[in-house]
């Protein structure tokens, strides 16, 4: 705390016996030390940009580009970039045309045009394909001899299509993991109804994503307190059991639920045994959201107790005891003296498990059924099954930036210092 | 002060506890507290002071007897019912809340009116001279500063009782001399009970009415500083407070509480019977080292002095500290005023030592 | 950007060099995955010493492309279905296949002839016909259903359906079960009414089904009661059935059947290996020599005379394959062509289908 005023650093700042100034003498002297450090985390600086930041901003990059089309097809899409929207094709763009598919057929990469296009335009795959497969006979006139190939190549929302996939670079990914698409004049419109699914399925998400975290408060907040108020050698052995799910295979939880759920699974059998239920009442429990939740609920619970235990533990009886001293009856207490103090746990516990369970994939997909999927399935599925991995991307992308959204939510209202993971 | 069954505030009665249903932590606890008093409670860690006093809170229950707050039982009374002021080790300051709030607590949960309980709050400040810092944090505040708004909180509601479990515990020796005479003086100047838990006797000493000490689950005495320092009842007593030299021995004659006590090196010694009842005893003679004597002039007509060797002396400001040998045992201190004039003992020198029956208390061996 | 992702990939999974004396191949998994590796790992491996490694995956199509693009290859022969087979060839993922390494049969007929039409591709050769039908637990349903509309028909046949999850065979099957015959079928699915009008028909059980993804579930799913019907591979209900005696039935009404084929990935680590693999296994005996194993038609026409018992030597084959007389009255070739095109649009509107409530 030194106190320096205005008058006693000289014109120039301050320097060294020997006259060096101090900044440059300091800086010189901490260089090494720098170095040193620098060199310290340089393997694991190198480590995360090539294993983490790279794979997301190639991702984030493929959600915006696809040259699926524009690499394959090159003249035509110069005739694109050279002819305003709007520009009739005439027979110049015909025999771009045609020449593209023939070389991309000769390439091999005509099924990649015809990905690409398919993405915007359904049905219009084969075209490609099959045009392909004749294209090596085109001569001229290309545009009769593209329409003896096959009619749809006059089809203006074709065209209107092809000019839109000429571009490597467009929006129209994030447009479609919106549920969002163009019309023939480029315009900006929602898909029909019966194909609307992402912008519902965000909604679903992150409607499971609260459910799954107060469930897990619910059942956590007990447990935390428990373990933080036991003598450390019962507190540790429940805390083992607590642990105990994290040295299982996801899958091996997952299908134990399963196992216990289902409809001739061990809960219903013994809610039949029970007399409970009928035999024919046997209560669908799995294969729907009520899986999801629960199976997630599991899963994610050690996630909201550590948080908060070690918040918990830390709490001195005495507090609450002061509480009461001061009059407060044990509810009062609790509401207005522990609950705040364990704020910074709560809020990190709430923030880890929604942030996982808006990007679980494998437990929705086991025991979710139809109703229990999750939008990280579905990025799953354009991975996987239709491979479209721009779509993939641009889902990824929207899932990250709510995230990304929801923290500075967080920071803003709760404040991010307010947030103790242990 | 001494206080009977009948006008007792707060009383123990036959209290007992046990946290496992096998020993005993309180044994037999029989206390009666007087409106107004400041009664400490003393004693080493796990003499079951502290859990006396959360019995008293409510925080414990009792598993036998009873305890009464102004002759009504409050065995079944829960804490937050029983008015008690409380103040604790820790201060046990809410974090999330500023020292205004801290002090509004106890007020709001009893359904208080705003002005009212600002005018409580502020007057409560201002007792302890924090009025300024009502809208800080805790944590911004030294150590002392919590104290007092502890403090405060503690008293803000009028309790007419008040619990402290070590609240000095964590301060440093000035501030914590500062803040006896503080919570001395508010005790005087409100009017209330104080039940005081410390283990130091320092502490004990300075601010009591009376000081109950504790060992082993039971009140070893129940007395006034004054008569706790100069007649302790038994060994324990006389051990834990203040410094003492033992002289073991066998009682030679006995008549009334004056006693003759034959020391292992056949001295005979004069001293006053406490606890011991009958000739040929053993027994362990109790001597403060500032009531010791060398200089045969301040003695007692026909009193017995012995031989001692001085094996060092130590100059500490105020007082001169001598170790001697008597009678044996080489860990004999005696305490001399360093006055003008003062004989200056040298090691190795041969000095005969001597005290007031009164002063040397014959007591059974633990 | 391909050069990062190579990079990355790299850098991230090992990819270690195969040993020059083994094949990888990917299939499905199951009794499927069993019935491949008697009739033809084991004969290769004894007759060439080279070892064959059996991989399953629910669907072998999916991770060629991942693996092709990002220059990890380490599958050498995947087992794939048509429309996925012509797709992945179309964007030059795989490996193409001369006809003139196939085999010809024992009477010396060239192997482009005795290929039933359509079984070669320029990128994969067909092993086995295979067909989706529908199975249904037989203590449930004593009488059974006989048609696809059984299928869907609720109040006749209550309980739990399964099917699997994708917009494949189930349109084509619902089409069917409202009395579109299979000639029309896909005609029918041109069309924005006869989408609607398949998605229409699979609402009524939509409720009720448990939606299932690898062909070895449904009949785990029918053996542990959670469905009483479920569409499954004729195969897999055939090995259970008969292999395990499940209480299971097939009906053949409605099924849609089409060909399983062998592709090699572009860039496959042991390309010879794998070539010498696919000549192996497609030949007339191989091919027949399955049929031993599952209920899988074979995709040769001089197989078919060879093909006799069930490993078990005493049930006969001919009535459990999608190819024989009596189980083709109303079935439904699948159609490649239309899948090829419309597989992205229909799944899309499938998924929105099962996410809305």
Known sequence: MADITASEIPAGGLVTSDGRPLKTALADAQARAKRRAFLLVAPLLVFVVVTFIVPIGQMMHQSIYNDGFSA??????????????????????????ALDVRDSAAAKTIGVVGTRVNYEMSGTRSLFT?????????????????????????????????????????????????????????????????RQVYVNLFIKTFGLGLLITFTCFLLGFPIAHLLAILPLRWSNLLMILVLLPFWTSLLVRTTSWMVLLQQQGVLNSLLVWSGIIGDDGRIQMIYNQTGTIIAMTHILLPFMILPLYSVMRPIPPSYVRAARSLGATSWTAFRRVYLPQTLPGIGAGSLLVFILAVGYYITPALV????????????????????????????????????????????RLVGIDNLKLG | MSVSHNDAYVAFEHVQ????GVSLVVKDLNLNIGKGEFLTMLGPSGSGKTTCLMMLAGFETATNGEIKLDGRPINQVPPHKRGIGMVFQNYALFPHMTVGENLSFPLEVRGMGKSEREAKVKRALDMVQMYDFINRRPAQLSGGQQQRIALARALVFDPSLVLMDEPL????????????????????????????????????????????????????????????YERPDNSFVAGFIGENNKLPGIIEELSGDKALVRLATGEVIDATAVNVTQKGQKTLVSIRPERVEFKPEMMPEGAHMIGADVLEVIYMGDILRAVLRVAGSDDFVMKMRNTQGQTRLTPGQKIRVGWHPQDARALEPM | MKKLLILSTALTGASFAANAQEVNVMSWGGAYAVSQVEAYHKPFTAATGITVVSIDADNPATPIKAQVEAGNVTIDVADVEYADAIRLCDEGLLEEIDMAMLPPAPDGTPAAEDFLPGAVTDCAV???????????????????????????????????????????ANLEMALMADGVPAADVYATLETPEGIDRAFGILDKIKTDTI???????????????????????????????????????????GQVYEYDLFVIPKGAPNLEAAKQFITFATDTQRLADQAKWIAYGPARKSSGALVGMYQDGKTEMAP????????????LASSYEFWVDRDTELNERFNAWLAAN
């Open chain 1, 368 to 411: 979710g059924g139809a109703s229990g999927q999750l939008i990280s399935n579905l990025i799953a599925f354009h991975m996987q099954d239709s491979l479209n991995w721009s779509l993939a991307a641009a889902l990824a992308a929207l899932l990250l930036a709510a995230v990304l959204v929801l923290y500075w939510l967080y920071d």
């Open chain 2, 17 to 20: 506890k046990s946290y496992d």
């Open chain 1, 72 to 97: 394959n097809m090159p003249r035509i899409t110069a005739w694109f970039a050279e002819n305003p929207i709007g520009t009739e094709p005439d027979e110049t763009a015909f025999e771009a045309l």
């Open chain 2, 169 to 228: 515990g964590a301060l440093d020796k000035q501030l914590r001399e500062h803040m006896q005479f503080e919570i001395k003086h508010l005790h005087e100047s409100l009017g209330i009970t104080v039940v005081y838990v410390t283990h130091d006797q320092g502490e004990a000493l300075t601010m009591s009415d009376r000081i109950a000490v504790f060992n082993d689950g039971r009140i070893q005495q129940l007395a006034p500083p004054a008569d706790l």
């Open chain 1, 130 to 194: 099959s045009t392909g497969r004749k294209a090596k006979d085109f001569s001229e006139p290309y545009h009769e001899a593209l329409r003896a190939a096959d009619a749809k190549w006059d089809n203006p929302e074709l065209w209107a299509t092809m000019r839109q996939v000429s571009r490597a670079y467009s929006p129209n990914f994030f447009l479609a993991a919106l549920d969002l698409t163009r019309d023939t004049q480029g315009n900006i419109v929602r898909v029909p109804e019966e």
């Open chain 3, 320 to 331: 459990y394959m999608p190819t024989s007389a009596a189980n083709l009255t109303n079935a």
């Open chain 3, 211 to 253: 939606w299932w993804e690898a062909g070895a579930q449904p009949p785990q799913l029918l053996a542990d009661g959670e469905v009483a019907m479920t569409t499954a591979y004729n195969g897999r209900i055939f090995a259970a059935a008969v292999a395990e005696g499940k209480p299971f039935g097939t009906v053949w009404d």
């Open chain 3, 126 to 168: 067909s092993t086995i016909v295979f067909s989706t039908v529908f199975a249904y637990d037989t203590t449930k349903f004593p009488e059974g259903p006989t048609t696809m509309a059984d299928f869907f028909n609720m109040e006749k046949f209550p309980g739990k359906r399964g099917m699997r999850k994708g917009a494949k």
